[in-house]
């Protein structure tokens, strides 16, 4: 840190002159480079800093004893946000004001005295501005005795932790369906991507930050099938590490209430270990109130993700009203609430943070560390998660039913082969039909891929089924089921002469002499058709039909 040379060495002489009245000094010049050095000399004298610092008001005696306590120094923002501001004065304000002697914070008190300065210093690698003691001062004020604070926050009441929402391996279901729904082109295939936790957008970073897919979307062949073959504790202690260390998956720009824009950087993966560093303080398997640790954060380490103490350079606005959260005084709707996403959400879907709340339904207000935890964290997998030893089953029908507990692999391979008809907590269901078939036939798969496929990984394939298959590989689909309106008269004669008018262009294939399939949408324009005739129609809607949704006659 600099010295009091360098503090002082590029102040005025009025400031000097103010320094010497509040140390008693007695200066003797009235020229600058002569006033500084026996200035500099009378205030290193270790008795007189021992009577000033001894003088000084408890506030700002703590100011200092914070700055001794952390090295000699402070982020200027939390320094400032801690022990009030300073006034910009210009040295002709600050002589007939006199700030000093009406001192508005423990800042301007320590400020005026020359205990503390405020310069931009390199602290981790980085400038940040930063109060600091100079250097020579420092080594003369006693140290503080170091007393050791309890963990942040308090324990969960019973009433905060009624329901429990305990972790789930379930996000390696999800990146295996989202790998392959972007094999097929399509990221919202799944049936019930709606209600995915984590959400589809958190899977997609999740799986370009691991680089799993490419930037055109597409699974990387040769790094996302060893990850969906590994078993699933295997698969889960891989993901988190790839989380841990990845610059690339941003928590703050993922925090929905956010809207992160402009050139600006932070560091997610420096963030994530001083939260885990502060989540270690808190004692095992007790529930832990959210919203307490927040605050007590904001208390102790503020900065926790701007080591240079920055909270009015990054643009961020609030996602629903689009009001800017530069500075400190939004440190709760911004860094807050990144706290909570992190616990209730990252923490939360890779297993490593139990939740609880008040009731079902109600956000969490409770977080402890899970069972699996201490070996995520450690790069282990975990030894709790079952085996993926279920085969498919395949019905007669054309339907597949993959289980959770079936592997990955498999299933990302079969999907490919399938309509996605149906998604929960326990199995998946496909269809196989011709327009499936057909789409992974453009894709360069073939019908003894698919095969092969069932043979491995199926209980048992249907016979019925395997001839289907190779019969719609020979001739293409055989059969085709769709709405139709069919027109029926009571002879054959009607029906002629119905062809032989101008409205025969709306009859299609004939069903039988006094039966026909009409276009869509022309069964207003025949029924005029057949009163111009003489003969009258009914038009026949389905009870829970709307006469524009599909009428027939």
């Not at 729904?181 to 691991?210: E, F, I, M, N, Y």
């Not at 060893?226 to 703050?252: C, D, I, K, Q, Y």
């Not at 993966?269 to 954060?297: C, K």
Request: aromatic share 8%; with cysteine; proline share 8%.
């Amino acid at each position: 840190m600099p010295d009091l040379k360098h503090r002082l060495g590029t102040q005025d002489l009025g400031f000097l002159e103010i320094v010497a009245e509040l140390w008693g000094v007695e200066l003797t010049v009235r020229d600058i480079r002569l006033a500084l050095s026996p200035l500099i000399r009378a205030m290193l004298d270790p008795t007189l800093v021992i009577e000033i610092i001894e003088s000084l008001p408890g506030n700002a005696r703590r100011a200092l004893n914070t700055l001794v306590a952390e090295g000699g120094w402070l982020p200027w923002a939390r320094f400032n946000q801690e022990f009030g501001p300073l006034r910009e004065v210009g040295p002709g304000r600050r002589d007939r004001e006199k700030p000093f002697l009406d001192p508005i914070s423990p800042a301007e008190i320590l400020w005026y005295r020359a205990l503390i300065g405020r310069d931009f210093l390199r602290r981790g690698g980085e400038l940040q501005e930063c109060a600091y003691i100079p250097d020579d001062l420092l080594t003369l004020i006693p140290p503080v005795k170091q007393t050791k604070s309890g963990p942040p926050g308090r324990a969960a009441s019973p009433g905060e932790t009624s329901h429990i929402l305990p972790v789930t391996d379930r996000i390696l279901d999800h990146t295996c369906t989202l790998l392959a729904a972007l094999r097929l082109g399509d990221p919202q295939r799944s049936p019930a991507v709606k209600t995915w936790r984590p959400p589809l957008h958190v899977v997609h970073a999740l799986l370009g930050a691991v680089k799993l897919i490419t930037s055109e979307e597409q699974p990387v062949a040769e790094d996302a099938r060893p990850f969906l073959e590994m078993p699933r504790a295997e698969a889960l202690s891989w993901l988190v590490r790839g989380w841990r260390t990845s610059h690339l998956f941003n928590e703050l720009r993922l925090v929905p209430s956010l809207i992160c824009e402009g050139a600006w950087q932070n560091d997610p993966v420096s963030t994530r270990e001083r939260l885990l560093a502060l989540l270690s303080e808190l004692p095992e398997g007790i529930w832990w109130h959210l919203e307490s640790f927040v605050q007590e954060v904001f208390k102790r380490a503020p900065d926790f993700q701007r080591p240079a103490g920055d909270f009015d350079t990054w643009l961020i606005r609030d996602a629903h009203s689009g009001e800017p959260l530069n500075g400190i005084q939004h440190w709760d709707r911004v860094d807050g609430a990144l706290l909570r996403y992190l616990i209730t959400g990252p923490l939360h879907w890779l297993g490593m943070m139990d939740l609880a709340a008040p009731a079902e339904g109600q956000p969490a207000t409770a977080f402890r560390f899970s069972a699996w935890a201490e070996q995520l964290l450690l790069g282990l997998p975990v030894t709790q998660l079952a085996d993926e030893d279920q085969p498919v089953s395949v019905f007669s029908d054309g339907r597949l039913a993959a289980s959770v507990h079936t592997l990955r692999l498999a299933r990302y391979q079969l999907a490919r082969f399938c309509l996605w008809i149906d998604e929960n907590e326990t199995e998946y269901i496909y269809q196989m039909t011709p327009a499936s078939l057909g789409t992974a036939s453009k894709q360069g798969l073939k019908i003894t891929h698919l095969e092969i496929l069932l043979h491995k990984y199926a209980e048992s394939t249907p016979p019925n089924l395997v001839t289907a298959l190779r019969q719609w590989y020979k001739k293409g689909g055989q059969a085709h089921i769709q709405p139709a309106v069919i027109l029926r008269v009571e002879a054959p004669r009607i029906l002629q002469l119905l062809r032989e008018s101008p409205a025969g262009r709306f009859l299609g294939d004939s069903l039988g002499p006094t039966s026909v399939i009409l276009n869509p949408g022309t069964q207003e324009k025949v029924a005029a058709a057949l009163a111009r005739l003489g003969y009258l129609a009914d038009i026949e809607y389905p009870e829970s039909s709307d006469p524009e949704d599909g009428p027939g006659l």
